[in-house]
Nanobody, 124 residues
Framework: QVQLVESGGGLVQAGGSLRLSCAASGGTVSNYAMGWFRQAPGKEREFVAAISWNGAYSDYTDSVKGRFTISRDIAKNTVYLQMNSLKPEDTAVYYC?????????????????WGQGTQVTVSS
């Protein structure tokens, strides 16, 4: 059973940066696509970024393109989300997820494992 643990969240001022990490245990995720989602209070959980099993392909929601970068270290069984130029509207709980597919997916229902989430708060 794959377990995912996020870290790196916190409070940051608008324009600042944070780097989220997602460490997998209980099994390798080297042949899984990985994704980041976020959920703000009173809103649905939404797709943020995803990356293919080998890191060759990735996708982002429009609102974070050019500001966020997803990457993975297969040897460390870890996925990262570098977030730059943060805005107050990026405030949410960020979740890491793993999908049993080689190519990335933006569809929440296709993810099989989820972490507990890490809070990101951006002050104006």
């Amino acid at each position: 059973q794959v377990q995912l643990v996020e870290s790196g969240g916190g409070l940051v001022q608008a324009g600042g940066s944070l780097r989220l990490s997602c460490a997998a245990s209980g099994g390798t995720v080297s042949n899984y696509a990985m994704g980041w989602f976020r959920q703000a209070p009173g809103k649905e959980r939404e797709f943020v970024a995803a990356i293919s099993w080998n890191g060759a392909y990735s996708d982002y929601t429009d609102s974070v393109k050019g500001r966020f970068t997803i990457s993975r270290d297969i040897a460390k069984n870890t996925v990262y989300l570098q977030m730059n130029s943060l805005k107050p509207e990026d405030t949410a709980v960020y979740y890491c997820a793993a999908a049993r597919t080689l190519r990335y997916t933006v569809v929440r229902a296709q993810y099989n494992y989820w972490g507990q989430g890490t809070q990101v708060t951006v002050s104006s």
